[in-house]
């Protein structure tokens, strides 16, 4: 399958990687929305439940610091969530102003679910893509992503 995608804008001729990254990642996050719709979950809120299903009872800045949303969008899910009764939020015991967020069990109860999503958006991801093509562009996609973040390198002038 060699389909070309939308034709791309003039003015992102000269930055044609940057706009099928674009694409790719709008394509990717509606799918996923859709499925986490289905769960009663918003985009974002996945990525806070898998942290704290690796390590409850983190605190909201290690969890800001580990799903690298900002402290508004972070702080909005979580009260979603914790409205939902997936999680509760109280203040830390060696810190009155720290607040420590730990799953409930409806919340535990998602483990399953986000995994199977995640397995079935990964097989959509990668059914036309060879197991060598897969470490390829996650290869690739990391470099980008470090090179992008990487504020302090100057760009190619």
Known sequence: ?????????????????????????????????AMLRAMDLHPGQELLLMQLLDKDGQTQSELLAGVGLDHSTVSKSLRRMQDAGLL??????????????????KGRALREPLTAMWRTLEEASVRDLSPEEVEAFIGIARRIEVAVGDRDRPSPS
């Open 1 to 33: 399958m060699n389909d070309p995608g939308p034709p791309v804008p003039s003015s992102a001729r000269e930055g044609r990687l940057s706009h099928a990254v674009f694409q790719l990642a709008r394509a990717h996050r509606s799918r996923a929305a």
């Open 88 to 105: 509760t939020r109280e203040p830390a015991e060696h810190d009155r102003r720290a607040v420590v967020v730990r799953l409930t069990d």
